[in-house]
Nanobody, 126 residues
Framework: QVQLVESGGGSVQAGGSLRLSCAASGRTFRNYAMGWFRQAPGKEREFVAAISWGGGSTYYSDSVKGRFTISRDNAKNTAFLQMNGLKPEDAAVYYC???????????????????WGQGTQVTVSS
């Protein structure tokens, strides 16, 4: 497994941008697909975006498509989530996750990911 640490959260006004980072430890980072999930108070954790181990495939939830971009740098063991056009409904704790057996069928499922970070808070004011 890999150990994950998120950073980059903060408070922004609606329409603003943030870039989240997820630093992974361990030499096997490139073997894992990476995902971003979020959880708002009183709500279930929801899928945001995912990227394949090589970075060639990306997936997004409908609510963030066109505004968020997931990427990764395997040389730096880091995944990113660029968030533009933030809305108040995007406010949540954001988690990155690593999954060894992520496929086209299961990338939205939090239970399929093996390792999780501690989360980083994103606040969006209107």
């Amino acid at each position: 497994q890999v150990q994950l640490v998120e950073s980059g959260g903060g408070s922004v006004q609606a329409g603003g941008s943030l870039r989240l980072s997820c630093a992974a430890s361990g030499r096997t980072f490139r073997n894992y697909a990476m995902g971003w999930f979020r959880q708002a108070p009183g709500k279930e954790r929801e899928f945001v975006a995912a990227i394949s181990w090589g970075g060639g495939s990306t997936y997004y939830s409908d609510s963030v498509k066109g505004r968020f971009t997931i990427s990764r740098d395997n040389a730096k063991n880091t995944a990113f989530l660029q968030m533009n056009g933030l809305k108040p409904e995007d406010a949540a704790v954001y988690y990155c996750a690593a999954g060894f057996a992520i496929t086209l069928v299961n990338y939205r499922l939090a239970t399929k990911y093996d390792s999780w970070g501690q989360g980083t808070q994103v606040t969006v004011s209107s």
